[in-house]
């Protein structure tokens, strides 16, 4: 469950997030890795996409120039996403034998 709410969460953070639910509970990266590895789960690079097409370019400009007298003083901004450009070396879990597109 931990994997398909995030492909990228590592063995690490799975590890720390089972032991602060299970208090007794004690395990290791490495079993955590075997475990995933016998389910069907494999850690590779998602494979790459196009970062943005014109066409997607134009509508992002549409919608900047048609939102540009806005009152953006009545809009919160919230952010958490993590953003690689051009070469992504996180890992992402897998069931696919191909890379999957997880972006």
Not at 43 to 56: C, D, E, F, G, M
Not at 72 to 93: G, H, I, P, R, Y
């Amino acid at each position: 469950m931990i994997i398909k709410s995030n492909h990228y969460t590592t063995t690490t953070e799975m590890k720390a997030i089972l032991e602060e639910k299970y208090q007794t509970f004690n395990v290791s990266d490495r079993t955590i890795r075997r475990e995933l590895s016998h389910l069907g789960y494999i850690s590779i690079l998602p494979r790459k996409v196009p970062l943005l097409t014109q066409q997607a370019k134009t509508n992002r400009l549409l919608w900047a120039r048609d939102h540009e007298h806005y009152n953006w003083k009545k809009v919160v901004f919230s952010d958490e996403t993590t953003l690689q450009m051009f070469c992504n070396t996180m890992l992402a879990w897998s069931h696919e034998k191909s890379p999957p597109n997880l972006w």
